[in-house]
């Protein structure tokens, strides 16, 4: 046992020491390959298969399977999931959906634009890149729109999403009018925050497919300019960058005017750069401060931004697809984890249009070693967490991970009420004053910690669940999409799964669909597989 931990450790070791060319020859064109097949698969699909009026066929086909599924003997049934491989999602872990019950859900379509009600209805495999190349050309976006293009509306509204609008909107789930759901017995409802299934409205977020299968929903839509006046604002000083944030983002006042969007990057402790966008026109004279900063050979997005640290406060002016989705290229700064030198001006000409590999693609081909050995030694980590404790929440991550850049969204936490879905409402000294929301902020921690890059004892498992117990004694949660370290105990003392019970329990979800806790967890063992990784190589 020893000696094979040995060898896969100086494997490990000999790929990490050549991570960047391993990624450029081999990952990356393989990825093109790969997404090329993809794309045409989808336009087959599209051109062949798939139609916007032939929706209500399909879902019908879908409740039947369903229902076949529902007469079978109850000692025959094994629980249901979707058929989508697990390597599509854009999730950490890995379901053992060969346990369930697979039911196809190929739905892909965008359904209908309805511009008097301000929204969209798509179908749930629609994804983020595909709603924006529908709708900015048409003046409009989604009112919480992802960065990363491969992300799907559908796992989206099952799990969550915020964004750098969610200090004026929420969560994702806030922006969901109408979602569309066949339950365990064959039955279609249409599920809104105010009808008879206002229950199911309130739980389906944060559920990741564990209550039905969604088929349709509408979501909330916002006019827009064709441009975002972006401002970069260096700031010295935990405290003054901190402050800053919870004033742009209305977090002390009601009735502050706040921007379109608010983010800030934070280079290490005391250096930050905050983000303030607002729709615009570009005004005469003034062309040349348009940025088309997606272009293949532009410098990455942080990077880019980690340079008004040293030159100061300046604008410019964003195509707003461009911004939408600023941070693809390099997927936030985890590309720099795989290709060091990917942000190289040479790399970035001649090889650039390569970026980003394509998720679904390196998650296709990890084998459970890599997997094993990769957690132990990365971090993916969205958490969302109260604004008033900031300062506390940066203390907390550097003493954890040491791990720079740190992205912060600002969002509003709402709360509509004891047992309304998996959050709790915020806490009395979290909300925002004489308002029905509390202000908090997505901490995104994203790549390798400073001690496995010094080659030094490094303990994940440790550290996470720290990270956990902080985040539960604060009041916060972690996004699901990434690894939980959490007994059943300790997830159902973080969220509120009261609610969450009584609707499996009232629309038959109980032994037809994986419990959440079940659904989210880790398929290793992530204590023993931190044990055998945990010394430096």
Known sequence: MGSEVGLKQRIARWMEDHRGLIVVLIVLPLSLIFDALMQFRHWVFRKFISAP?????RVRAIQKKVRKWAEQPEKNRKMMCTARPNWQSLSTTFFRKDLCHKIAIPLYDILELKTSHMSIRVEP??????ATAFLVPRGYTLAVCLEVAEATLGGLAMGVGMTTYSHKVGLYQE???AYEMVLSDGSLVRVTRDNEYSDLYHTLP??????????????????IKPHIKMEYIPVKGKKNYCNMMRELSG????NKATPDYLEATIYNKEDAVIMVG???DVPPGEENKINHLTRWY????????????????????IPLGDYLLRHNRAIFWVVETMIPFGNNPFFRFFFGWLLPPKIAFLKFTTTPGVRAMTFTKQVFQDIVLPMNQLEDQIDKSEELFDLYPILVYPCRIYDHGPHRGQLRPPRKDQMVPGTNYGMFNDLGVYGVPRPVLEKKRFDAVDAMRKMERFTEEVGGYPFLYADTFM????????????????????YNANGAFPHLHDKIKPEIDVVEVGKQYMDPL
């Open 125 to 130: 495999m629609v994804s983020v890149g595909q």
């Open 251 to 254: 977090a002390l006042d009601k």
């Open 175 to 177: 922006s969901i009018i």
């Open 206 to 223: 944060w559920s990741h497919g564990t209550l039905g299968f969604l088929v349709a929903l509408e979501l909330q839509i916002i006019k």
């Open 298 to 317: 532009k410098p990455w997005f942080y990077k880019y931004v980690e340079g008004f640290l040293k030159k100061g406060s300046d604008y410019e002016y």
């Open 487 to 506: 007994s059943r105990q300790e997830f159902e003392k973080m969220f509120d799964l009261t609610a969450y019970e009584q609707v499996r329990k009232k």
């Open 278 to 280: 607002n729709f615009s």
């Open 53 to 57: 009026e032939k929706h209500d066929e």
